[in-house]
């Protein structure tokens, strides 16, 4: 069974940094993507950030570049990070990860579509204040 593990939010004031992890067990291949959406109160999930397992391609919403990184933690292979730094108040939202098998998960030119991945973790509060 796959599961997906998010954690690391919380409570962070405007310009302060954090950062999210998203642990992933059960899966056996490693042609996959992974990606970070988050969704605010009242308005549409959205894809922020993701990268390709196998040649670690990766992508961000405009929003966040310059900002947010996603990266694989080097010494635990399964266990992906998405850092976050100067957060604004628009960045408030709950942060989910999943993991897509689809033919495009994540690509620079087309982004992130959330129908082509397959496992998603619980989410994970970040609130900005400012």
């Known amino acids: 069974e796959v599961q997906l593990q998010a954690s690391g939010g919380g409570l962070v004031q405007a310009g302060g940094s954090l950062s999210l992890s998203c642990e992933v067990s059960?899966?056996?291949?490693?042609?996959?993507?992974i990606g970070w959406f988050r969704q605010a109160p009242g308005k549409e999930r959205e894809g922020v950030s993701c990268?390709?397992?196998?040649?670690?391609?990766?992508?961000y919403t405009d929003s966040v570049k310059g900002r947010f990184t996603i990266s694989k933690r080097t010494n635990a292979m399964n266990t992906w990070i998405l850092q976050m730094n100067s957060l604004k108040s628009e960045d408030t939202a709950a942060y989910y990860c999943?993991?897509?098998?689809?033919?495009?998960?994540?690509?620079?030119?087309?982004?992130?579509?959330?129908?082509?991945?397959?496992?998603w973790g619980q989410g994970t509060l970040v609130t900005v204040s400012s």
């Open positions: 999943a993991e897509g098998t689809g033919p495009n998960p994540c690509s620079v030119l087309t982004g992130m579509d959330p129908l082509e991945y397959d496992y």
């Open positions: 059960g899966f056996a291949f490693d042609d996959y993507a």
């Open positions: 990268i390709t397992n196998r040649n670690g391609i990766t992508y």
